[in-house]
């Protein structure tokens, strides 16, 4: 299976950062917030992430437009229909996450893969909510974002990799047909 779109549930600090990475890796991203100022807070976020990118020369301002312009906004979870590849990152509550993951299951294509971005809850808590548990992941992301680390040095390279290792994983999953990334 291809992964072409992806969608992300949850725009805060992982989530904003997972969408970025997703825009700019040239997938078409929906990302899902519980009301529409939320959803354009997150938004603006990644748009300052990528300008970010374009004032230290690392992407055109025309390759930031493409990018954020390959985002959508809903509140709405039925708008992830077509998705192919879900991540979530939600607060970090069992029951919400278990809710979220009931009504995706409902939602999406039975082939699409939902992933969370659980840092420490079980991942098979999460799955047994759906009725495809061997179609759900855990894909665990650095906060760092790819080219934005300040620090000088080793720190740098080190998040500079962090950042490619992250964007590999979201290739990966798109020449492989499946979600890439680290299973739990
Ligand atoms: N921040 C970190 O350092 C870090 C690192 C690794 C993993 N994580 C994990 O990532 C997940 C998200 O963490 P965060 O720091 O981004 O949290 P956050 O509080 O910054 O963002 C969570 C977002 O989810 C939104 N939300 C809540 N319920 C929702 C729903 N039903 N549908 C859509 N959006 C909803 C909230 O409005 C909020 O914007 C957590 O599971 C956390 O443990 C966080």
Redesign the pocket.
């Known amino acids: 299976m291809e992964i072409r779109r992806v969608g992300v ?8 950062g997972i969408a970025q990475v997703s825009v700019q890796a040239g997938f078409e991203t929906v990302g ?4 529409n100022e ?1 959803g354009e ?2 938004k603006a976020t990644i748009d300052r992430y990528l300008s970010r990118g374009v004032e230290k020369g690392r992407l055109t301002r025309e390759a930031k437009d493409t990018a954020i312009g390959r985002l959508t906004l809903t509140t709405e ?1 039925a708008d992830l229909a077509d998705c192919d590849l879900v991540i ?5 509550e069992l029951p ?2 278990r ?2 993951f009931a009504e995706l299951d409902r939602v999406t294509r039975p082939e699409a893969i939902l992933a ?6 079980s991942v098979a808590e999460i799955a047994e909510a759906t009725e495809r548990p061997e179609r759900v992941v855990g894909m ?4 760092l974002q790819p080219g934005s680390c300040p620090a000088p040095g080793r720190d740098r390279a080190r998040a500079q990799e962090l950042g490619r290792r992250r964007a590999r994983r979201l290739r990966l999953g798109r020449r492989c047909g499946q979600a890439a990334g680290q299973l739990q």
């Open positions: 549930v949850g725009l805060g600090t992982m989530g904003a899902r917030e519980v009301s939320l807070r997150g979870l979530e990152a939600v607060l970090e919400l996450k809710e979220v969370t971005n659980t840092s420490a809850l665990r992301h650095a906060l």
